[in-house]
């Protein structure tokens, strides 16, 4: 018997599949890619994950688990290295706890932030879930896993997360932080427990399949604000993000609650190209059309009150005094039916997934599908302090070497945390366009290798760069290698998924 025969017992051959186009569809990202699957397995719980990992292990059948499939831009449902079975967990669907008083609620690798978002509106949960700027359709333990961020106070999922259930790579079970005691009552209360905490390494990691987890939820405020400013001459935006950074690091603004976008992602929000206005010329220069390419910023206030909101409001509007060309404010009673697109209240949209066909020439399809449809994404994720000094120094060579190769310079900033603040790079194409995969990755490269030189490590890599990290100055990497032999002698986890095994030398 082979190991697909095995997993056809175990699961029914409905959730092996095989098919051309199956496999097909599993092997395309938004970018080009080689590896071939040997097969998707769909396990149907927790119990089946356990046993088609153990079957992985006795014929050595490498497994590359995703939740929802939905990482466009870093990989997709693409494995990292050839001839794995990707292990689908769409099937685990359940909400398994909620509570509202405490705040929280626990979720399978299935469940997607819109699945969450309607559970809570038809409880009328006075809670949300910090969403993110991508598909609705979306795994939240996945985007957690990923350290993905969302919008919101809590929006840096991955600090807000505990009780993980997880499968390791031999089919053994844990559970971390107080979970591993029966009747612990604090598990989804407490992210450290007592002794080591192991939830980080199953982060960003191939050490373990993720079953399930505990999500902290926010209280929907008494009183909502959201507002945004322009800066039409990119030369005031290094002393607009110095004094963001001032009034996150005070309190005013909480973190994750501001942005920064340039104004070639706000166009490709809207998903099209100006084909006509530009006579089929690429790529598009505002700076040649307007003569400036402006910056917006957009931020959101949560308040106890509508006189704290008014206060705050009061302190931000005298601090960028004289910074912007214009500040604006509006307030959203949150109380009510929540309005459409509202990411800021917890309302998941795929508004800013249009932006994936910005340089294809057909309309935006009501199923909005990516790898299917040949939209160019390729991402890049880099961690900055919060200076504006250096921030705009590097945006001035990211932005060359974006237009030097043929593209439009797509940015957006996160103000994560008071410190520190996450970068978005998009580079989006048409994959149909000859040459175009090619002079993408290229221009990838390039980015990558500046970033790095300059010591601006992304902290997120998509499957296109998993081996792209300097090599570690101390042991972390042999360390990190002695944990994998253990937990995973077969190496028969996601290989080569943030394998600390292979780097690139800077120097």
């Known amino acids: 018997m082979d190991v697909l025969q095995a997993w056809r017992e175990l699961l029914s051959p409905e959730n092996v599949l095989t098919d051309e186009k199956t496999i097909s569809a599993v092997q395309t990202a938004t970018f ?12 149907g719980d927790r119990a089946e994950v356990q046993e088609c990992v153990k079957i992985a292990n006795q014929y050595q059948t490498p497994i590359y688990p995703v939740s929802r499939g939905k990482n466009w831009g870093l990989g997709s449902r693409v494995p990292v290295q050839d001839n794995c079975a990707v292990m689908d967990l769409s099937r685990l669907d359940r909400i398994v706890d909620y509570h509202e008083k405490l705040a929280y609620i626990t979720v399978e690798p299935g469940v997607s932030f819109q699945q969450v978002f309607a559970y809570l509106r038809d409880i009328q949960s006075n809670l949300f879930l910090s969403v993110i700027g991508g598909p609705p359709e979306a795994s939240v333990i996945a985007n957690t896993l990923e350290r993905g961020d969302g919008i919101g106070p809590l929006g840096d999922r991955v600090s807000y997360v505990c ?67 322009i800066v039409k001459d990119s030369s005031r935006l290094e002393k607009l993000i110095d004094i963001i950074q001032q009034l996150i690091l005070q309190g005013t603004i909480k973190e994750n609650c501001f942005t920064f976008w340039n104004c070639y992602k706000v166009l490709a929000r809207e998903g099209r190209y100006p084909w006509q206005l530009l006579g089929g010329k690429t790529p598009l220069s505002i700076q040649e059309l307007k ?29 960028l005094a004289g910074q ?45 599908n990516p790898d299917r449809d040949a939209c160019g994404v390729l991402w890049l994720c880099p961690l900055f302090p919060f200076d504006g000094q250096s ?12 237009k030097a190769s043929g593209f439009e310079p797509n940015i957006a900033i ?8 996450k970068m978005f790079i998009a580079i989006m194409y048409d994959r149909q366009e000859p040459e175009a995969d090619s002079q993408a990755m290229a221009c990838h490269d390039r980015l990558l290798e500046f970033l790095l030189q300059e010591g601006y490590i992304p902290y997120r890599l998509g499957i296109q760069s998993m081996n792209s990290l300097p090599t570690a100055q ?7 290698r002695n944990i994998k032999k253990q937990l995973d002698p077969y190496n028969i986890l996601a290989p080569g998924r943030y394998d600390s095994s292979h780097h690139i030398d800077l120097y």
Not at 199 to 216: H, K, P, R, Y
Not at 474 to 480: E, F, M, N
């Open 291 to 319: 003569g400036v390419e402006p910056w917006f910023g957009s931020g959101d206030l949560y308040s106890a009150s509508r006189e704290q909101g008014l206060a705050e409001r009061q302190i931000i509007e005298e601090a």
């Open 414 to 421: 996160s103000c994560s945390t008071s410190r520190s603040v």
């Open 163 to 229: 009780g993980f259930e997880v499968v390791l790579p031999t089919g053994e079970l844990i559970h971390t932080g107080f979970g591993r005691f029966a009747n612990a009552k604090t598990t989804p209360l407490s992210r450290w427990g007592v002794g080591p905490s192991l939830d980080g390494i199953f982060a960003q990691s191939n050490l373990g399949i993720v079953t399930q987890m505990t999500v902290w939820l926010t209280p929907i405020p008494k009183y909502y604000q959201f507002f945004s400013c």
């Open 32 to 43: 080009a890619t080689t590896q071939r699957v040997l097969a998707v397995i769909r396990p």
């Open 474 to 480: 101390d042991d972390y990497d042999q360390l990190i």
């Open 391 to 402: 921030i705009v120094a590097a945006l001035t060579t990211i932005e060359s070497i974006i």
């Open 324 to 368: 912007v060309e214009q500040i604006i404010f509006s307030d959203r009673d949150p109380t009510s039916a929540p309005l459409k697109d509202n990411l800021g209240l917890g309302v998941p949209t795929d508004i800013n997934i249009k932006s994936t066909y910005w340089r294809k020439k057909i309309k935006v399809p009501t199923d909005i």
